[in-house]
Protein backbone atom coordinates (compact mmCIF):
# COMPACT_ATOMS: atom_id res chain seq x y z
CA UNK A 1 0.00 0.00 0.00
CA UNK A 2 1.06 3.34 -0.70
CA UNK A 3 -0.45 6.36 1.09
CA UNK A 4 -0.63 10.15 -0.02
CA UNK A 5 -0.46 13.38 1.41
CA UNK A 6 -1.19 16.41 0.06
CA UNK A 7 -0.38 20.19 1.28
CA UNK A 8 -0.01 23.35 -0.04
CA UNK A 9 -3.30 24.56 -2.09
CA UNK A 10 -4.84 27.84 -1.14
CA UNK A 11 -6.78 31.18 -1.88
CA UNK A 12 -4.23 33.14 -4.74
CA UNK A 13 -5.32 36.02 -7.16
CA UNK A 14 -5.35 35.59 -10.56
CA UNK A 15 -1.45 35.64 -12.21
CA UNK A 16 -0.29 34.13 -8.81
CA UNK A 17 1.76 31.16 -7.38
CA UNK A 18 1.21 28.34 -5.30
CA UNK A 19 2.89 25.05 -4.85
CA UNK A 20 1.59 21.82 -3.85
CA UNK A 21 2.95 18.65 -2.18
CA UNK A 22 2.57 15.50 -2.39
CA UNK A 23 4.43 13.16 0.50
CA UNK A 24 3.88 9.52 -0.50
CA UNK A 25 4.90 6.74 2.31
CA UNK A 26 4.75 2.83 2.28
CA UNK A 27 5.48 0.45 -0.31
CA UNK A 28 7.09 3.60 -2.58
CA UNK A 29 9.22 1.39 -4.21
CA UNK A 30 6.24 -0.31 -6.61
CA UNK A 31 5.59 3.43 -7.93
CA UNK A 32 6.01 4.14 -11.70
CA UNK A 33 4.62 7.49 -11.66
CA UNK A 34 3.07 10.22 -9.99
CA UNK A 35 0.55 12.72 -11.20
CA UNK A 36 -1.75 15.55 -10.84
CA UNK A 37 -5.41 15.91 -11.12
CA UNK A 38 -8.38 18.29 -10.55
CA UNK A 39 -11.81 18.41 -10.27
CA UNK A 40 -13.82 21.42 -10.74
CA UNK A 41 -17.60 22.31 -9.38
CA UNK A 42 -19.65 19.87 -11.68
CA UNK A 43 -17.08 18.59 -14.01
CA UNK A 44 -15.14 15.65 -14.38
CA UNK A 45 -11.50 14.97 -12.60
CA UNK A 46 -9.47 15.45 -15.23
CA UNK A 47 -5.64 15.18 -15.68
CA UNK A 48 -3.05 17.89 -14.87
CA UNK A 49 0.49 16.60 -15.40
CA UNK A 50 2.42 13.56 -14.48
CA UNK A 51 6.11 12.50 -13.78
CA UNK A 52 7.72 8.67 -14.09
CA UNK A 53 9.30 8.41 -10.71
CA UNK A 54 13.03 6.81 -12.09
CA UNK A 55 13.45 8.85 -15.50
CA UNK A 56 11.68 11.94 -14.49
CA UNK A 57 9.72 12.13 -17.66
CA UNK A 58 7.10 14.68 -17.53
CA UNK A 59 3.30 15.02 -19.00
CA UNK A 60 1.02 18.02 -19.07
CA UNK A 61 -2.33 18.90 -19.96
CA UNK A 62 -2.49 21.68 -22.93
CA UNK A 63 -3.59 24.10 -20.58
CA UNK A 64 -1.59 24.30 -18.32
CA UNK A 65 2.16 23.61 -20.07
CA UNK A 66 4.55 25.81 -19.80
CA UNK A 67 2.51 27.98 -16.59
CA UNK A 68 2.72 24.30 -14.31
CA UNK A 69 5.66 22.35 -13.55
CA UNK A 70 5.38 18.85 -11.92
CA UNK A 71 8.71 17.39 -10.10
CA UNK A 72 10.29 15.03 -8.08
CA UNK A 73 12.46 14.58 -5.15
CA UNK A 74 13.55 10.99 -4.93
CA UNK A 75 15.20 11.08 -1.27
CA UNK A 76 11.77 12.56 0.18
CA UNK A 77 9.20 10.66 -1.81
CA UNK A 78 7.69 13.85 -2.65
CA UNK A 79 6.16 14.89 -5.81
CA UNK A 80 5.82 18.83 -6.34
CA UNK A 81 3.42 21.24 -8.37
CA UNK A 82 4.41 24.80 -9.24
CA UNK A 83 1.90 26.83 -10.98
CA UNK A 84 2.56 30.24 -11.71
CA UNK A 85 0.03 32.43 -13.87
CA UNK A 86 -3.06 31.05 -12.31
CA UNK A 87 -5.86 31.54 -13.81
CA UNK A 88 -9.61 31.65 -12.37
CA UNK A 89 -10.09 28.62 -14.22
CA UNK A 90 -7.99 26.64 -12.58
CA UNK A 91 -10.13 26.83 -9.38
CA UNK A 92 -10.55 23.28 -7.93
CA UNK A 93 -9.39 19.86 -5.79
CA UNK A 94 -6.37 19.17 -7.03
CA UNK A 95 -5.50 15.13 -6.23
CA UNK A 96 -2.10 13.78 -6.35
CA UNK A 97 -2.05 10.12 -7.00
CA UNK A 98 0.36 7.00 -7.95
CA UNK A 99 0.65 4.38 -10.09
CA UNK A 100 2.33 0.98 -10.96
CA UNK A 101 1.31 0.99 -14.34
CA UNK A 102 2.67 2.69 -17.29
CA UNK A 103 0.22 5.16 -18.91
CA UNK A 104 0.42 8.23 -16.64
CA UNK A 105 -2.50 10.77 -18.39
CA UNK A 106 -5.58 8.49 -17.60
CA UNK A 107 -7.23 8.33 -13.91
CA UNK A 108 -8.08 4.86 -14.28
CA UNK A 109 -4.95 3.78 -14.17
CA UNK A 110 -3.84 5.05 -10.56
CA UNK A 111 -3.61 2.83 -7.79
CA UNK A 112 -3.05 5.25 -5.04
CA UNK A 113 -5.13 9.10 -3.92
CA UNK A 114 -4.22 11.94 -1.67
CA UNK A 115 -7.10 13.44 -0.11
CA UNK A 116 -7.29 16.60 -1.80
CA UNK A 117 -6.40 19.86 -1.99
CA UNK A 118 -8.32 23.20 -2.91
CA UNK A 119 -7.18 25.75 -4.78
CA UNK A 120 -9.10 28.77 -5.29
CA UNK A 121 -8.10 31.89 -7.87
CA UNK A 122 -10.04 34.83 -7.22
CA UNK A 123 -10.02 36.92 -10.52
Known amino acids: QVQLVESGGGLVQAGGSLRLSCAAS????????MGWFRQAPGKEREFVAA????????YYQASVKGRFTISRDNAKNTVYLQMNSLKPEDTAVYYC????????????????WGQGTQVTVSS
Open 97 to 112: AATRRDNLRYSDEYDY
Open 26 to 33: GWTFSIVG
Open 51 to 58: IRWSEGTT
